[in-house]
């Protein structure tokens, strides 16, 4: 990520996420956005306009990669490229779990 200058209101954001238990990653793939992580599930964060928005879709963290949540025959499954994670009941849970924690941390009422 080249230099860039965060808000107080992105730096509140980013320790709320780090004391909620999410981690940072440095994602080379994904270097112009913050990567949270959680319990294997990823998400991008656009920095731009002084706020911290939800990049594309939350997935699930294959090697350095995101694999997207998709319906495949048989069953849905996180996909990157070739690998794919089946998305059993309990990951699907844990994933809906990721994604409305992170929400209500992005846009906290």
């Not at 949270?36 to 998400?43: L, M, P, Q, T």
């Amino acid at each position: 990520m080249d230099e860039l200058s965060l808000t107080p209101a992105q730096v509140e954001i980013l320790e709320r996420l780090l004391r909620a238990g999410f981690r940072f990653l440095t994602l080379e793939r994904y270097g112009a956005y913050f990567a949270v992580e959680r319990d294997g599930f990823v998400a991008l964060l656009n920095p731009t306009g002084g706020n911290l928005t939800l990049f594309s879709q939350a997935g699930y963290l294959i090697g350095e990669s995101i694999g997207m949540l998709v319906e495949k025959p048989g069953g849905k499954a996180f996909v990157f490229h070739e690998q794919s994670v089946p998305a059993t009941p309990e990951l699907l849970a844990a994933y809906e779990q990721f994604k409305k924690h992170l929400g209500e941390i992005l846009s906290p009422s």
